[in-house]
């Protein structure tokens, strides 16, 4: 059996042999997490929650500040 941890929530679509796409539901199980089983190919699917990027991210110097709504339609 193998297991994967994905950030895919509620539902997780991976691949099987034969080419099929194949879509297993994460349940909620004792402990607080989220876990789904395959039974076509014995794959263990547990949730992870995504953290935050320990990375700083900063803005391009090249890119406009923009401000306003973008869909107000004014500009046409």
Known sequence: MRTVYVS?????QHRHEGGTIVTVKLRRVAGGGHKASCAGCGTTFIYRKPRPSGVRHYKSPLLPNVKGNFDSGDDH
Do not use: N, Q, R
């Open 8 to 12: 895919d929530f509620p539902a997780v």
